[in-house]
């Protein structure tokens, strides 16, 4: 599974950027898709998460700013960001698991975006 993210960028705080993330290869048994975050210094966190079921889980801190949803393409999600925040930025990865019968799951990266908000 080959995982591709886009759609970083420098923003102003307050303004909006949108994530695309697609990911190809053996993917019929991606059970979630999500996308990731890490700050300089900081470690990776979780910023939201899809399932199959179309649940969605966002972290705290972007709660009513950031949206997950799919994209029209199979295998493919968009991270809606509003109301960037000068603590948003970072680089930011898709990440898609992929389900196995009598096994452990495997999870596949993207290369990663960068966002950077000045302030």
């Known amino acids: 599974v080959q995982v591709v993210e886009s759609g970083g960028g420098l923003v102003q705080a307050g303004g909006s950027l949108r994530l695309f993330c697609a990911a190809s290869?053996?993917?019929?048994?991606?059970?979630?898709m999500a996308w990731f975050r890490q700050a300089p210094e900081k470690e990776r966190e979780l910023v939201a998460l899809?399932?199959?079921?179309?649940?969605?889980n966002y972290a705290e801190s972007v709660k009513g700013r950031f949206t997950i949803s799919k994209g029209n393409a199979k295998d493919t999600v968009y991270l809606q960001m509003n109301n960037l925040k000068p603590e948003d930025t970072a680089v930011y990865y898709c990440?898609?698991?992929?389900?196995?019968?009598?096994?452990?799951?495997?999870?596949?990266w993207g290369q990663g975006t960068q966002v950077t908000v000045s302030s």
């Open positions: 990440r898609a698991r992929v389900r196995h019968i009598g096994a452990p799951p495997d999870v596949y």
């Open positions: 290869g053996s993917t019929f048994s991606i059970n979630n």
């Open positions: 899809l399932s199959v079921g179309v649940d969605t």
